[in-house]
Every structure is written in C-alpha cells, then in structure tokens.
C-alpha cells in the first residue's frame, strides 16, 4: 500500500451566463477558484488543464492526488464555496487509485512526480470486457505483451493507469501525457488492431486538455486576465536608424479595475476586491 494515491479528475462546465457578469465580479471568482487550488497544492499534487476549444461539455478540469481521500474531500468543499461555481457544474467526475500493473515489469513510481507532464494530458474511463476477467491469469498476460510492446514504441507518450474497481463507476481512468496530439492518435489508432482491443467495452467519453496554471485556465473562461496574471503586452518594434520618435501613448488602465471618479475635488478609489483566505471560504458556507 506504501506510495499508493488517489486521483481526482473533475471536469468544469461554466455556464455563459457568467461571462455577463461584471469584469470585477468574475475577477473575484476567479482569485477565489485558484486560491482555492494553490492550498490545495501546497501539501499535495495539483494540476489545472483548459478545455476550451477541445470539448463542449467541459471548461476546465482540476486533477488532484493525495494519499487520502479527506484532502481532496476539502478541495471540493472549498471550490463549492467559490463564485465561480455558482454559476458552473461538474460535468464529469472519476475517481480511481494507483497501483502496480500487473502486466508490466517496468517500475513505475505511484505517485506524480513534480516535473512531470506533458503539454497535454488525455484522459479517458474504461472498462473491460467480463470474458476478460474469465481468461487464464497467463493468457490475459500474453494478450497484454502485445499491447504493452505497441506502447512502448511511442516513447514520446507517457501513460498512467489508475483503477476504480469498487471507488467509482469505471474500472480504470487512464491518463496519457503527450506534446504532440498527433502521436497519441497514431498510437491509437495502431492498438485498434491488437487483440487486447477486442476485449474493450468501453473507453468515452475522452477528454483532450491543455496543461496550464490556475490562472491561465481561469482566464480561458472569459478571456480577462486576473490580478496575479496579466495579460501579455504587445512588443516594442524593432528600432531604426531614421525611424522617427513617436509619442509614447498614454497608459492603459487595468482592465479589471474601473477607473476612479472624483468626489467634491477628491479622487477616490475603487475598493478592489481581496482573494479569499482558507478560513475566510469555510466561513461562507
């Protein structure tokens, strides 16, 4: 049991209702969700992925793993308090646990380590066949080999298995870190034709996503950019020998901060919004 962990994966769909409300309100969602994220984070292994673009029925995914089960327990308890969720659900949820294949020699640690990944993680639930789990341990061994060398070919592909036996519905969810979804498809595509296929029941819905930080997630919802992460700034042109000078233009204000407005001579200023602390969320359930 030593090394064994519990995998999250909770996928986010946010309702376009959200997207009309005010840039600070949805600024202050935001800060909320990622607070939330980043203690979560402090003690154990958490990764943020965007699914904007790659899905339809999903925004955001959070993937969280710990030892126990009561640290992600309180994840969910404190991203249920977030703003952001009031306006959004959980459009899909699987929950499994690491351990040693039984089919591979290969060592394999089971628990993430902190580098790992790649730029995109594809994730989907499976399930088998029952005629599976009816065959000789050594034939389903022997069916295995095969798939299991195919694999192997595609080194730019990072697999993680994870079982559900009796936690969820599924049996496994299986996780594929890749740079290049083109190699993923590839590989697919070629474990069509091995005999361990045929004893697949199920393996969809499957979810392509962006590995990114909390904030840049966040950001992908509505396209502002928070407080702690900014948008980017254009470059300067390059300089020319008689290129002429040209004014520099006056600066932008935030986008997320209303301009202040005088009062009886006196400039005052917006009261920004202040990022939740741990105890400040559990106080407003």
């Not at 939330?36 to 790659?54: D, I, K, W």
């Not at 899905?55 to 994840?75: F, K, N, Y």
């Not at 590989?187 to 930080?213: A, D, N």
Request: aromatic share 8%.
């Amino acid at each position: 049991m030593t090394g064994r962990t519990f995998v999250k994966f909770t996928f986010i769909k946010v309702d376009a209702s959200w997207r009309r409300r005010p840039a600070p309100a949805r600024a202050r969602d935001k800060r909320d969700f990622a607070v939330a994220c980043r203690h979560f984070g402090e003690s154990n292994f958490l990764r943020t992925y965007s699914l904007v673009g790659t899905r339809g029925d999903a925004d955001l995914m959070v993937r969280a793993v710990s030892p126990t089960l009561d640290p992600i327990h309180e994840l969910h308890v404190l991203l249920n308090q977030t703003g952001l969720m009031r306006w959004a659900e959980v459009s899909h949820s699987y929950l499994a646990m690491t351990k040693p294949s039984p089919y591979s020699d290969e060592e394999r640690p089971l628990a993430p380590r902190p580098n790992e990944g790649g730029r995109y993680l594809i994730v989907y639930p499976m399930w088998k066949k029952r005629e599976w789990y009816l065959l000789a341990a050594d034939e389903r061994m022997r069916i295995m080999r095969s798939h299991i060398e195919v694999g192997r070919r595609y080194t730019s592909i990072d697999i993680n298995t994870a079982y559900s036996y009796g936690l969820d519905d599924q049996e496994f969810v299986v996780s594929f870190d890749a740079d290049d979804p083109g190699d993923f498809l590839d590989l697919v595509h070629e474990l069509r034709g091995t005999e361990s296929s045929s004893y697949t029941l199920s393996e969809t819905p499957i979810f392509t996503c962006l590995s990114v930080s909390p904030e840049r997630a966040l950001n992908a919802l509505d396209g502002e950019a928070t407080a702690s992460e900014p948008a980017p700034q254009p470059e300067a042109p390059p300089e020319a020998d008689e290129q002429p000078e040209v004014p520099a233009a006056p600066e932008e204000p935030d986008a997320l901060v209303p301009a202040p407005s005088a009062g009886d001579g006196a400039e005052r200023e917006e009261e920004q919004p202040q990022p939740l602390t741990r105890r400040e969320l559990w106080r407003r359930a």
